[in-house]
């Protein structure tokens, strides 16, 4: 009886088990198998004893170290607490009460979002091959895009970015790419960032760099773009980025060599996995990203996914009915994959 109208009309987002039960194989929220790079645990402890003072509320050395990696200036990063708060100050500060375009399949927190932000948010319907219908992105709106997208693990090609990239911009409209996965994939929107001031690039340390439990994301964009995102985050927190996280995510950065020797590892054991199930005769996405959406059944994998659980292996079931036949898998250590593959193909076989 206490609730908002607003709050009582939220939808909040489901994010993926997280099981207090030891020995699990935990492949189902995308997290990176491998520890981070111990260049992280040595500055996040040189700055433990600083903790009475307010963090850098600009987060000036992780931006620099990522515009260095990235050949950018300090005035086209910002940082924050995780890519989805990132992702809701670009909500906030791009889309709201604005009809907006995105997929119906794609990240499930973006109509979490629009509902928070009053966006209207039109949903085109992704191709039964679900590969994305580029033209019914063409509109006069914004548009939020995941790429690679998930769930599906698919790439959409950079010709097809810039297409949407040009449209947007002749009609004045921002285009939000979400690069969660593009680590993982060979290609991304990078080399439009110079010539297309519409274009805002979101992408977290969660995956690629090992650090889900850190909580640090990032926006790479024009200064107007970052200027944006800067007032939405001092109208609700100047500080979103405590003084740990800006210590471990810039050691990360500047360890780019850990970074790919872990990023070509798990690549690897992905290609390999998708070649061991298509062996077998099991449909699996051509998947960019550190997961695999596989077919396990005809028309509903939840029995596959609850007998897994009873064997001590954790991976995603969406309920949604294009997805029901699917299980989303994250790529673990090798070890870990090949004990996935091996039953799945059993219970894909039965």
């Given at each position: 009886m206490y609730e908002s109208e607003l709050a009582r009309s939220l939808v909040p987002y489901t994010p993926g088990e997280q099981p207090k039960v030891p020995g699990l194989i935990k492949l189902n929220t995308n997290e990176n198998p491998y520890p981070p790079s111990e260049n992280v645990?040595?500055?996040?402890?040189?700055?433990?004893?600083?903790?009475?003072?307010?963090p850098d509320m600009n987060a000036d050395g992780l931006r620099d170290a990522l515009a260095q990696r990235y050949g950018l200036t300090r005035d086209e990063v910002f940082c924050g607490n995780g890519s989805d708060e990132v992702l809701a100050f670009a909500f906030a500060a791009f889309f709201a009460r604005r009809r907006t375009y995105s997929l119906d399949l794609t990240y499930s927190f973006y109509p979490v979002y629009a509902d928070l932000f009053g966006v209207d948010l039109q949903r085109a319907r992704i191709r039964d091959d679900f590969t994305v219908p580029v033209e019914e992105l063409l509109?006069?709106?914004?548009?939020?895009?995941?790429?690679p997208n998930a769930p599906t693990s698919l790439l959409l090609p950079e010709d097809q970015i810039e297409r949407i990239l040009r449209h947007a911009a002749s009609r004045g409209n921002v285009v939000l790419v979400d690069e969660a996965y593009a680590e993982f994939a060979c290609d991304n929107a990078?080399?439009?960032?110079?010539?297309?001031?519409?274009?805002?690039?979101?992408?977290?340390?969660?995956?690629?760099?090992?650090?889900?439990?850190?909580?640090?994301?990032?926006?790479?964009?024009?200064?107007?773009?970052?200027?944006?995102?800067?007032?939405?985050?001092?109208?609700?927190?100047?500080?979103?980025?405590?003084?740990?996280?800006?210590?471990?995510?810039?050691?990360?950065?500047?360890?780019?060599?850990?970074?790919?020797?872990?990023?070509?590892?798990?690549?690897?054991t992905r290609d390999r996995s998708i070649r061991v199930l298509r062996e077998n005769g099991i449909t699996v996405l051509d998947s960019q990203t550190n997961f695999l959406l596989v077919k396990a059944h005809p028309e509903d994998a939840l029995d596959i996914q609850k007998k897994l659980r009873e064997e001590g292996i954790l991976v995603r079931y969406f309920s949604s009915p294009r997805l029901r036949p699917y299980l989303r898998v994250t790529v673990g250590t090798g070890e870990d994959m090949e004990r996935v593959t091996e039953r799945l193909c059993f219970y894909c076989r039965s």
């Open positions: 645990r040595k500055a996040i402890a040189g700055e433990a004893g600083k903790l009475r003072l307010y509109r006069d709106g914004p548009v939020v895009l995941a790429n990078l080399r439009f960032l110079k010539t297309c001031d519409n274009l805002l690039i979101v992408r977290t340390f969660s995956k690629s760099h090992s650090l889900a439990g850190l909580r640090a994301g990032y926006a790479l964009g024009a200064p107007g773009l970052i200027a944006s995102l800067q007032k939405v985050r001092d109208s609700f927190n100047s500080y979103p980025l405590d003084r740990l996280a800006q210590a471990g995510a810039e050691a990360a950065v500047r360890d780019e060599a850990y970074t790919q020797s872990c990023l070509k590892r798990i690549c690897a």
